[in-house]
């Protein structure tokens, strides 16, 4: 993990080098490969910074500015919508530390939360 460029664009590139083939599209196999890197919580701050903004450049992606994890701590999200669930990271405003991800999913009665704390796998 610390030899993983820290330049997002870099990154990405990278990443979807890596994952090429993969997943119903580049974007979301790029964007689950980011996932696992995340949820092991093994990056240097420096990359995981970089994964944060790396997966903000996937086109589709959404940042927002303001969500919260299960815990209740406020941070920075980045999701890539599918149609079917939504699975949502959050980071530290500050330092980008993976805090955990929000999921919600799409069916009958409009969609459901469900959340994890940082080093559960969504």
Excluded: C
């Excluded at 910074?49 to 303001?66: N, T, Y």
């Amino acid at each position: 993990m610390a030899t993983l460029p820290t330049d997002p664009a870099a990154l990405l590139a990278l990443i979807k080098a890596q994952t090429e083939g993969q997943g119903q599209s580049p974007e979301h196999a790029a964007f689950k490969a980011i996932n696992r890197l995340v949820a092991e919580q093994i990056a240097t701050p420096e990359v995981s910074a970089a994964l944060f903004r790396a997966a903000g450049l996937i086109p589709g992606a959404v940042v927002h500015e303001d969500v919260t994890d299960g815990l209740g701590r406020h941070g920075v999200g980045v999701a890539l919508p599918d149609g079917k669930a939504t699975v949502e990271w959050v980071f530290d405003r500050d330092s980008y530390e993976y805090l955990g991800a929000r999921w919600a999913r799409r069916g009958r009665g409009g969609p459901r939360a469900r959340r994890r704390q940082g080093g559960d796998r969504p």
